[in-house]
């Protein structure tokens, strides 16, 4: 699954190509993939959206509306924000076509913009989704949830985060897994995480000491924007914007390496499951 790396690595590339465009056209092939509103206002909704900026909250990509006045004496207000979750296998192409051309397999939206760009939702497993509304909106909703912090834009201090461990009796990867304690963090960047931080995956929080706590703090910004500058992992689905693989794999010290040599100490990399996820660590490195 994209996770917060990847997800960041598309909103940077869509960032540099979407503001100020309006969308001309929408094709919504794939009605059940769409979470909020209905299909018929999804789609008038949709059409005529004037882009203001490309973001980001959690593992989510917001599209976001520029502010329009309804009339000269009202106040201005934005209107709705495309979100989209990329699920398991999506991705969220733009494309400058050459000529007419057959749709991508997979593909559920494709809208057009107003000079001639399209932008295309391609999700083969369907665990994605699309949704059309005001982020307080889809809160409310309940068709986004509520996150905790950032680890790019807010990371918690040392202290906050440990002060939070303390009140949880599950093993530390489950905790960074949790959206609602730090958002974005997947399978790949929680084992990277507790890599860096010399952290055994299967650690209880509450027995974490405030010294570790320091190390763990350090590593989930470093870890995630080491992951960013490469362009997020590839292995078989994800692409970004314009079609490219993340690089990220090739950093990789854990994830995916379980009976590899550890890249400190040389010893086999460990491999077990927590909370049904695999999980790759060393197990002399990380006690």
């Keep these: 699954m994209p996770e917060l790396p990847e997800v960041q690595t598309v909103v940077a590339g869509l960032g540099r190509r979407l503001p100020s465009r309006s969308i001309v ?3 919504l092939l794939r009605p059940d993939m769409v ?15 004037v882009i203001a900026y490309v973001g980001r909250y959690g593992k989510y990509i917001e599209i976001a ?26 991705k969220l192409i733009w494309a400058v076509p050459k000529g007419p051309a057959a749709l991508e397999k997979h593909t559920h939206l494709k809208v057009t913009l107003d000079d001639g760009a ?23 909703s309940a068709v986004l949830p509520r996150l905790g912090p950032d680890p790019v834009v807010s990371p918690p201090s040392a202290g906050e985060l440990w002060a939070d461990l303390m009140q949880r009796r599950r093993p530390v990867k489950l905790y ?19 890599f860096d931080a010399r952290i055994s995956p299967f650690r209880l929080c509450a027995t974490i000491r405030r010294k570790e706590c320091v190390r763990l703090a350090a590593a989930i910004p470093r870890v995630i924007l080491a992951a960013v500058a490469a362009g997020g ?9 314009v079609g490219n693989r993340g690089q990220f794999g090739q950093q990789l010290a854990v994830y995916g390496r379980a009976g590899e040599p550890c890249v400190d100490c040389g010893l086999p990399l460990s491999f077990g499951r927590l909370g049904g996820r695999g999980t790759t660590f060393c197990g002399k490195c990380q006690r």
Excluded at 118 to 140: H, I, K, N, Q, Y
Excluded at 233 to 241: K, M, P, S
Aim: proline fraction near 4%; hydrophobic fraction near 40%.
């Design 118 to 140: 399209t932008l295309s939702f391609v999700d083969p497993r369907r665990f994605g989704m699309l949704a059309l509304g005001s982020r307080e909106e889809l809160l409310e």
């Design 35 to 49: 979470r909020y509103p209905g299909k018929n206002q999804f789609i008038a909704g949709l059409k005529g959206l």
């Design 233 to 241: 992992t590839t292995f078989r689905d994800y692409r970004d914007a």
């Design 65 to 90: 509306g520029r502010e329009q006045r309804v009339m000269s004496a009202a106040p201005s207000r934005p209107q709705a924000s495309l979100f989209v979750h990329l699920g398991m296998s999506g």
């Design 25 to 27: 056209s929408v094709e």
């Design 176 to 194: 960074l897994l949790d959206q609602t304690r730090i958002a974005g963090i997947g399978n790949i960047y929680a084992d990277e995480i507790c």
